[in-house]
Structure formats: structure tokens, C-alpha cells
């Protein structure tokens, strides 16, 4: 043993404990795979042990390796409080920031945080990918992404990372959406529009009527909010649309109150190094601003 390990493999081994086989990390990283796999050997020679063991056609982590990536997470975790520092310490608000959101958001509110940025901070270039929730969180704790605006669904919580900062910005209300004039009594035996199977949007959705009573007919499926518009305003189908879907824009269906009022969890999540950042910072206070006018709302 060394005493001395190379931080750059050790990343590579935090990047296979996240990402689960040596090819998802060379995607990831833009390396071959046999280049990741030479290299984790020769940090198998700098700590004198073993690393990975042989499953199938996979590799997992001996004991040993998940100590080292638990101390790999702290380094990168202090080597990002310093980045932030120093970026804090300078004038203008500089380099790359990574965002991802769901498409809601990348609808209504990041047009408006995306352009206050521009006007603020024009040094800074933004990067912008819509992803669902639970894909964006993973991404963001493997360090694909410096900040993530995420949403969580009454009783489907999202997975929390304990080395995630989070922070709550808006309880966004879900409402049922019917076409014009069709009577509340008769959504029981009306098509509805759901997500697919496996959404927690649908897992919300079935629970929802069931509760009230019936088995929904759900005879149409879509993760995009403005098909599922679309269908309730070409009276095809009715919907579960949270608030949000109105952010400037016209109401163009019947809106009614839940019996139990819910709202969904508008929130952001932040690496804990990465949380002091005058980038992230500046983002997150802009989107609140882009948020403020939905809580004033009655």
C-alpha cells in the first residue's frame, strides 16, 4: 500500500458504485471500458486489496471499496466547498451550471428564472435538461447535474440522498380538469388520461379514484401535460393537472377542488458542496422569484 491514492480513479470507483457496471461509467465519463477497467486496476494496486469481485457478467464492490468510495464522497464533497468559496469570492458570477427540472417547470417557471439569469449573470452559461424527478436526482448525486427543481407527489415520495441538500419551494394544488360542461357526477364512467404504469403521477391518479369510489378507465396514457391538456379540451378524456399547467396561460377547461385539497411538493436539491455556490444560489433565488406570483394566488 501507497498511502498516496489517485484521485481520479478513486472518482472512477465512486462512479461505478453509483452507476453499476464499468460501461454505464465509460458512457458516462466518455472512456472506453477496457480504459475504466485498466484503470481501476492499477488503484487496486495502489491500496493493496481488492476491489471488485465477479458477478455473472458484472463487477460489485468488495467491503473494502465502499470504505474508499465513503471517503471519496467526503474529498469531493470538500474539493466542491472550495470550488464554492472560491467562485464566491470573485465579482461576477462565472463557468457552467448544470440544471435539471421536469417538464411542468421547464414550461411555466424556468423560461422566466432562465432569462432573469441571462439579465443578471450573462458570464454564467446555463445548461438545461428536462428528466423526470427520480432519473434527475440519481444524475445529480452522481454529479451529472449541479441542480435539480423536482417535484413529489402526495403520498409517492421521492428516494432522498443523505448527501443532497434540499429545499421546498411551493405546494403546487392539484385539481380534477373535465371538458366544458361535463357534469363532476359523471367522471366515474368518463375516459380518463393517465401517465403510464410505474409514474407515481399515476400511482397518485388510481389511488385517487379509488378512493372516491370507482375504477378509472383509462383508456389514454402520456407524460406530457399539454397531450393530457389537450384530450380534456377536446372532451376525450378527464385528468389530474396540477396548477402549475396555468402559469400564463388561459384556462381552457373546468377546474374543480379536490374533496380533500392536495398539491404536489415543488422543490430543489443541491450536492452539500455544491449548495454555497454563487451559481446555484443566484438560480434558486430567481426561481423563487418566478414562483412568488403562484402563492400569492387565493
Known amino acids: ?44 494496486s495502489e491500496v493493496g486489496v481488492p476491489l471488485l469481485e465477479p458477478v455473472g457478467r458484472r463487477v460489485r464492490l468488495t467491503p473494502q471499496a465502499e470504505i474508499l468510495v465513503r471517503h471519496t464522497e467526503d474529498v469531493l464533497t470538500r474539493l466542491e466547498r472550495a470550488e464554492s468559496e472560491i467562485a464566491s469570492s470573485l465579482h461576477d458570477v462565472t463557468g457552467t451550471l448544470r440544471v435539471a427540472t421536469f417538464q411542468t417547470a421547464a414550461l411555466a417557471l424556468i423560461p422566466a428564472t432562465l432569462a432573469r439569469m441571462r439579465d443578471a449573470h450573462p458570464a454564467l452559461r446555463i ?47 392539484i385539481r380534477l380538469a373535465v371538458p366544458r360542461g ?26 385517487w379514484c379509488r378512493h372516491n369510489g370507482f375504477e378509472p378507465d383509462i383508456r389514454f396514457s402520456s407524460t406530457d401535460v399539454l397531450v393530457k391538456l389537450r384530450f380534456v379540451e377536446r372532451d376525450l378524456a378527464v385528468g ?23 398539491s404536489r411538493l415543488l422543490f430543489t436539491a443541491a450536492r452539500a458542496g455544491r449548495g454555497p455556490h454563487p451559481a446555484v444560489r443566484a438560480f434558486r433565488e430567481a426561481l423563487a422569484l418566478a414562483v412568488a406570483p403562484l402563492q400569492l394566488r387565493p
Open 1 to 44: 500500500m501507497t498511502g498516496v491514492f489517485d484521485l481520479h480513479r478513486l472518482r472512477l470507483l465512486r462512479e461505478l458504485s453509483q452507476r453499476g457496471t464499468l460501461a454505464a461509467v465509460a458512457q458516462a465519463l466518455n472512456y472506453s471500458p477496457s480504459s475504466v477497467s485498466q484503470q481501476l486496476s492499477l488503484l487496486e
Open 127 to 173: 445548461e438545461f435538461q428536462v428528466l423526470d424527478p427520480s432519473e434527475a436526482l440519481s444524475a445529480l448525486n452522481a454529479r451529472d447535474f449541479d441542480l435539480v427543481f423536482a417535484e413529489e407527489w402526495p403520498d409517492q415520495p421521492e428516494a432522498r440522498f443523505a448527501a443532497l441538500d434540499y429545499r421546498e419551494l411551493h405546494r403546487d394544488p
Open 182 to 207: 361535463l357534469p363532476v357526477e359523471e367522471i366515474a364512467g368518463y375516459p380518463w388520461i393517465m401517465e403510464p404504469p410505474g409514474y407515481p403521477q399515476r400511482t397518485f391518479n388510481v389511488h
Open 240 to 262: 389530474l393537472i396540477p396548477d402549475l399547467v396555468w402559469y400564463e396561460r388561459e384556462v381552457t377547461v373546468d377546474l374543480h377542488e379536490l374533496p380533500v385539497p392536495m
